[in-house]
Structures are given as structure tokens and as C-alpha cells.
């Protein structure tokens, strides 16, 4: 069985820095790209940032690059989000979720349940 | 990286079928055949039930159905039943600079 565990969420001051992780079980991790994607409170999903399968391809969306971070350790099948100089509007709710293929392109098949991030002083 | 346009509400009553429309740009549903949609009932995360525009995963019933014409794409959710009342999002490959796209989200509401 498939299953995505974020972990992670916490309350942070504005201009602080918070690491996302998301253990992965029941595939073979390296096989998959993986994205982050996430959902302030009542409002829309929104793409945050993707991984290739291999690890050597990173896309972000435009309001965080520079000072977000998407990584991944295929030894130990698990997704990381450094999020550095978080503002207010990073508050959400972020779900690491399974791409199709190993590139990022067909969408999110698996998502895991979601690490909530609270940027307030 | 706009988002795709969605209605903000689509409602039905049991039984009937709804459309429910995703409006992008020549650059995203237009260019690519990667169109997906997503339901998120409150509180869960969303679920997968269309892929690349017309595919329907494993489980999924077969009253959803997607299509795509132009630089529109559609869901159609058809014999509508009171379980279906969720948010639903559609998504689309927009190239490989930020490979994704999400769509404003519609609520569907069973009458």
C-alpha cells in the first residue's frame, strides 16, 4: 500500500526557517517524481515545487524560489521542503504528493495528509 | 503561472449530470494532453479521478469523465449522488520551467 506521512508542521515567526519531511512506503520512491503542493486555509491548492525521480531536476513556483528548498534521500525514501524567510502568505496546509512518472508532468496519484505551517508573530 | 479558470459553484440534484469547465491558455491545456482533475471532500486531501485529460484511475467510477477542447477542459460528473458534494480542481503540465498548474477550484453542491 502506497502512503505518504508528512511531518513537520509547526508555528513560526515571519523571516524563520521550517523543514518539511515525507516518509514514503509500499513503491520504489525512486521511480516517482514528487511535488509539494499546498492549500491556505478556505482557499485553493496551489503548486509549490517538484523533484525529478532521480533527484536531478527542481521546478518551483514563482513566489518561493530563492527561499524554498525541495529535496529528496532515495536511501531513505523520503521528501524534504526547507522553507527559509517564510512570510504570513506561507501559511497552508502542504501535501506531498506522488507524481505519475518519473518526470513531473502527469499529475499526483498519491498525496499524503498534509503537515499544517503557521507563519504568525 | 496564472491560475486556470474554474466556476466558484456548480450544484445539481440527485441523478442529473453537471460540466464543470477549466479555462487555461495556449501555454498549458492547450499545448499539453496532461489535464487532471482532483475531488477533496473537507478536511481530507484531494483524490485523484481523472488523468491526462480522459483516464480515470483504478476505482474511480465511471460517472466522472473528463474531455478537452481547445484551451478548455471539462468534468463531467454524470447520475449525480449525494457523495459527489466536493471541491474539485483541475491541473494541467504547463511546460517544463514549473511543470504545474491548478485551477481556482469549484464546489459542486447536490440539491
Known amino acids: 500500500e502506497v502512503q505518504l506521512l508528512a511531518s513537520g508542521e509547526d508555528l513560526v515567526q515571519p523571516g524563520g526557517s521550517l523543514r518539511l519531511s515525507c516518509a514514503a512506503s509500499g513503491f520504489t520512491f525512486s521511480s516517482y517524481a514528487m511535488s509539494w503542493v499546498r492549500q491556505a486555509p478556505g482557499k485553493g491548492l496551489e503548486w509549490v515545487a517538484a523533484?525529478?525521480?532521480?533527484?536531478?531536476?527542481?521546478y518551483y513556483t514563482d513566489s518561493v524560489k530563492g527561499r524554498f528548498t525541495i529535496s529528496r534521500d532515495n536511501s531513505k525514501n523520503t521528501l524534504y521542503l526547507q522553507m527559509n524567510a517564510l512570510r504570513a502568505e506561507d501559511t497552508a496546509q502542504y501535501y506531498c504528493?506522488?507524481?505519475?512518472?518519473?518526470?513531473?508532468?502527469?499529475?499526483?496519484?498519491?498525496w499524503g495528509q498534509g503537515a499544517l505551517v503557521i507563519v504568525s508573530s | 503561472q496564472s491560475a486556470l479558470t474554474q466556476p466558484a459553484s456548480v450544484s445539481g440534484s440527485p441523478g442529473q449530470s453537471i460540466t464543470i469547465s477549466c479555462t487555461g491558455t495556449?501555454?498549458?491545456?492547450?499545448?499539453?494532453?496532461?489535464v487532471s482533475w482532483y475531488q477533496q471532500h473537507p478536511g481530507k486531501a484531494p483524490r485523484l479521478i481523472i488523468y491526462?485529460?480522459?483516464n480515470r484511475p483504478s476505482g474511480i467510477s465511471n460517472r466522472f469523465s473528463g474531455s478537452k477542447s481547445g484551451n478548455t477542459a471539462s468534468l463531467t460528473i454524470s447520475g449525480l449522488q449525494a457523495e459527489d458534494e466536493a471541491d474539485y480542481y483541475c491541473?494541467?503540465?504547463?511546460?517544463?520551467?514549473?511543470?504545474?498548474?491548478f485551477g481556482t477550484g469549484t464546489k459542486v453542491t447536490v440539491l
Open positions: 504528493a506522488r507524481d505519475r512518472g518519473v518526470v513531473a508532468m502527469h499529475g499526483f496519484d498519491y
Open positions: 491526462d485529460v480522459t
Open positions: 491541473s494541467s503540465y504547463a511546460g517544463s520551467s514549473a511543470p504545474y498548474v
Open positions: 495556449s501555454s498549458d491545456i492547450g499545448a499539453y494532453n496532461f
Open positions: 523533484i525529478g525521480g532521480i533527484g536531478g531536476s527542481f
